[in-house]
């Protein structure tokens, strides 16, 4: 199957942040298709709240970790943004996290079935949450325990679990910019569209077409973020949007805010 990693690198609401409360690591080659990032914190910090979490089409298994406790959340694929709630506890905590890309969180699930409301990694993860626990709670920098993660996840991977009839319309989604109709995604994998509503709601948690529409914002706010700059009339002819007030809407949605007070926000280096 295409590495759609090459093609499709999804990013936050502030890309370039990187400090003591936030700070991505990259994978190592043979995990690059399977995994976005590993994030967290370089220290314990108190973090009362964070920015604006925007859609990034990723999935997360998060582990905090406190002077004598620990909590871990798994984190589906949102669909709009939301501000983080202030945190009233006062207590200081480091904070590590494997990021997934929108395609692979199922190659390293026992349960691969992303569309399982549920917030808890163990209840899809058993056994690769217990795993990923122990060789990152050993460790007390971001880096060592990126490192003790990559050696779980590379030995914990389930490659099969994967479905070439989703990672095909995935393809072909990325590659027109999220503007694809579902019965040309069905007919471009010769199967059913309900037959491909389903494989998608196993292995992405959500249907084909609300993945196509994240797919066309996230590449929109990539290009507005990372680029030299797009104009609205240009990005609304692009990437099939009826007209500039259907696009600065649905932007709204995603990122709370137009594309140009979203640049504003950007931490630049």
């Known amino acids: 199957m295409t590495d759609l990693s090459r093609i499709y690198m999804p990013i936050t609401a502030d890309p370039f942040e990187k400090s003591d409360s936030y700070t991505e690591i990259m994978p190592s ?31 997360d298994i998060i582990f905090h970790f406190y002077e004598n406790r620990s909590t871990s959340f798994f984190c589906h694929i949102d669909e709009t943004a939301h501000s983080p709630s202030s945190n009233s506890d006062t207590a200081e905590y480091s904070t590590f996290a ?32 217990r795993r990923l626990y122990e060789a990152v709670s050993r460790e007390t920098t971001l880096t060592g325990r990126s490192k003790a993660a990559e050696a779980v996840l590379y030995d914990s991977l389930i490659p099969e679990n994967q479905s070439s009839d989703v990672m095909n319309a995935l393809y072909l989604a990325i590659i027109s910019g999220g503007n694809v109709k579902i019965s040309d995604l069905a007919a471009y994998t010769a199967i059913s569209p309900r037959t491909l509503q389903r494989k998608f709601a196993v292995q992405t948690g959500i249907s084909p ?23 609205i009339l240009d990005a609304v002819e692009k990437y099939g949007y009826y007209d500039q007030s259907h696009l600065l809407g649905d932007f709204r949605k995603r990122h709370l805010m137009t594309p140009a007070e979203a640049v504003k926000n950007l931490h630049r280096r």
Request: aromatic content about 12%.
């Open 209 to 231: 077409k609300t993945l196509c529409e994240l797919v066309r914002y996230q590449l929109l706010w990539q290009e507005t973020a990372l680029g030299t700059g797009i104009s």
């Open 98 to 129: 494997v990021r997934f890309y929108p395609w692979s969180a199922a190659a390293f699930a026992e349960y691969p079935d992303m569309s399982v409301p549920t917030d808890r990694p163990e209840d899809i993860f058993p056994k690769l949450t």
């Open 29 to 59: 080659a043979p995990l690059s298709p399977y995994i976005r990032c590993f994030w967290g914190t370089k220290r314990p910090v108190n973090q009362k709240s964070r920015g604006i979490v925007i859609p990034d089409t990723c999935m």
